[in-house]
């Protein structure tokens, strides 16, 4: 075979399968993502492929992505006046949990309120720029240290590895001299929230610190499929295909209890959990698991905030500048500040 024909054999070996996964990618986009009614005051969620397909090309998908978002996040830089850092904290296993710590610029070595950050993304997807951009506003305006691990992911360790990836985590800033240890937080978006409110409960279980504050964001908190938002809203920005494929991942034919910390609803123990803020979106197949969570800790006698956003959608927070998210972005830094010094 001629040279020129091994060239194009080759350009052919590696386009093809390309080709391939794009045009499968095409067919599985979400049409119907803008069919809801969103806020005015926030652009709509944008058309993508659905997370749902549980198969060799939903998996390219995710690893596609998540490649693309670790290349984001080790590119990102920090705003003015925040100071972007690496660290790894060991983790239980041996292995080590590499960590983004956003901390006010000029404050790197002082002992400061601090935040554990437990990002979502469905358990298999990693850290986006947009949560780095949350952080940094938290950090500014809390004045306060933002610890943001990045767990292994649900497609290569499933639960409770996550779980106790975050809650490494939390023990290590426990330890940190640098902690202000009367005022942690505790916060997570998403699956986030359901990782932040389990982390929360272990804590408190344990005995490991008493956290001032968890803040809870279009939580993640129970895999019951009864709940009627997950068929009002099932295409919805994060569609209900896909909330069904993030528990089979992250369970992984595990059958859970009241006594683990994989279903926030299923545990047993609430009455020890800190004041709580819950926010949840009004057009998200989470909007009712939310509300039933923050309604169940009220009952176990938790200081529990409920904040509804109207026509916000999941995930709308990712611009910190639209003016609608910087509002509740304001409401949430207010509610923050009330627990802090």
Known sequence: MSTKKWILTIIAAILLPVLIFAIV???RINMKVGDYEYSPELPKPGIGVDFGYDDLFGDLYVRWCNLLDNTQTALWKAPAGITKQSVSI??????????YVIVPAGHEDEKLPTMLYCHGGAFFLTMMTCQLDAASVYAEEL???VV???YRISFDAPYPTPLYDCYDTLKAIAADP???ADHVLIYGDSAGGCLAASVTQLCCDEGLLAPAAQMLIYPVTDNKDTYPDLTKFEHAAWPHKG????WKRYLNGQNVTGS???VPMLHETLSDLPKTYVEVAEVDILCDQGAAYAEKMQQAGVDVTLQSVPGAYHGYDGDVHNTFVRRMLDTRIAWLGS???
């Open 25 to 27: 990618c095409l067919t």
């Open 178 to 180: 640098k902690t202000d």
């Open 339 to 341: 627990v802090l010094p």
């Open 143 to 145: 004045q306060c240290r």
């Open 148 to 150: 943001l691990p990045q």
């Open 260 to 262: 683990d910390y994989a």
């Open 90 to 99: 060991p983790a239980r296993d041996g292995c080590s949990i590499p960590c």
């Open 243 to 246: 909330n069904t494929r993030m």
